[in-house]
């Protein structure tokens, strides 16, 4: 949604998305849907971190991707041939800065 700021300039404002989820206590019915909304709406201010962490580096490293697991949401989790894992997944901006040193070049 745009909105006119005077002097051609257009300021753009977020909508925020609503999701109407149905369901019945009694029943059952749509507890799976109330579910995933609820992990939607948690996860939609995730920032997404692609990192790799060299063999040499897991323990100091472990905590961080133990706090990513419990935090963000994993994606994809490779060995490397070189020993290294690459992780791609979404994160809280104070754990995508903790991770910033293992960032692959990839990331933007």
């Known amino acids: 949604v745009a ?18 989820v149905v369901g019945s206590c009694e029943t059952g019915e749509g507890i799976e849907d109330l579910r995933a909304a609820v992990a939607d709406a ?3 201010g995730l920032l997404p971190v692609d990192i790799v962490i060299p063999h040499a580096s897991w323990h100091t490293a472990a905590a961080l991707v133990a706090d990513l697991r419990v935090r963000g949401r994993l994606q994809s989790e490779d060995l490397l041939d070189d ?9 809280p901006g104070d754990l995508a800065a903790k991770l910033r040193p293992y960032y692959d070049a990839a990331t933007p």
């Open 3 to 20: 909105t006119s700021l005077g002097g051609g300039k257009k300021k753009r404002r977020r909508r925020r998305r609503r999701r109407l």
């Open 42 to 44: 948690l996860y939609e």
């Open 83 to 91: 020993g290294a894992t690459r992780i791609s997944a979404r994160a």
